[in-house]
């Protein structure tokens, strides 16, 4: 997997990441995934951070 294309998904009240792939040629928009949080154990939505 390369480096270039992982992103970090990062929900801003808990602090929890997620690291995906993006294709970035492709999607030049900032992904947002609903993903589960373990801290609140339930789906929420992820937004793509910064490295």
Same mark, same amino acid.
């Given at each position: 997997?390369?480096?270039?294309?992982?992103?970090?998904?990062?929900?801003?009240? /808990?602090?929890? +990441?997620?690291? /995906?792939?993006?294709?970035?040629?492709? +999607? /030049?928009?900032?992904?947002?995934?609903?993903?589960?949080?373990?801290?609140?154990?339930?789906? +929420?939505?992820?937004?793509?951070?910064?490295?």
């Amino acid at each position: 997997m390369s480096q270039d294309q992982l992103i970090q998904l990062k929900h801003a009240a /808990t602090g929890e +990441v997620y690291w /995906t792939r993006k294709n970035r040629k492709l +999607v /030049t928009r900032k992904i947002e995934l609903k993903k589960y949080s373990k801290k609140l154990r339930k789906h +929420v939505i992820f937004k793509e951070a910064k490295k």
